[in-house]
């Protein structure tokens, strides 16, 4: 298992992005939403790899996780827990993360120009998702 201290402070990023996240959507900052939430997606799928002992060193922590599925490493109920977070680890991965960083330099589309409200709201309930999950499985494994 990973450190306590490393996983606690791996949730307490993924809640402070939360409510940025929660803020940027209520202030209609769509890409500012879309970009926190991706955080906190990011951050609450390390910190259940990290339950694992598998370093934090990744920024595609559904690939490990899937995984640690996959080699039935963990019981069934965690397993389902984990089903649940893959999509979302899945969808929200490094391509979108660097749209809302850079833009579609391709299509010269700024980050602005490319979220909207809708796509703030996936991206929001998908971080509020992953937040619940991995909350739930790290009661189960402590």
Same mark, same amino acid.
């Given at each position: 298992m990973g /450190?306590?201290? %490393? $996983? %606690?402070?791996? &949730?307490?990023l993924a809640r402070g992005f939360l409510n940025e996240a929660e803020y940027e959507f209520s202030v209609k900052r769509w890409r500012a939403? *879309? /970009? +926190? /939430? $991706? &955080? *906190? *997606?990011?951050? +609450?799928? &390390?910190a259940v790899l990290m339950l694992f002992g598998v370093s934090a060193q990744t920024h595609k922590p559904g690939k490990h996780l899937q995984q640690l599925v996959s080699e039935g490493t963990v019981s069934d109920e965690i397993a389902a827990l984990v089903r649940e977070l893959l999509p979302e680890l899945e969808k929200h991965d490094s391509h979108e993360k660097m749209l809302a960083k850079y833009g579609d330099e391709s299509e010269y589309r700024l980050p602005w120009d490319i979220f909207s409200e809708n796509e703030a709201l996936i991206a929001l309930e998908a971080a509020r998702n992953c937040m619940r999950i991995s909350s739930q499985i790290v009661d189960l494994l402590q």
């Open positions: /450190s306590q201290k %490393d $996983i %606690d402070y791996r &949730l307490e939403c *879309v /970009s +926190a /939430s $991706i &955080l *906190v *997606v990011e951050n +609450a799928g &390390l």
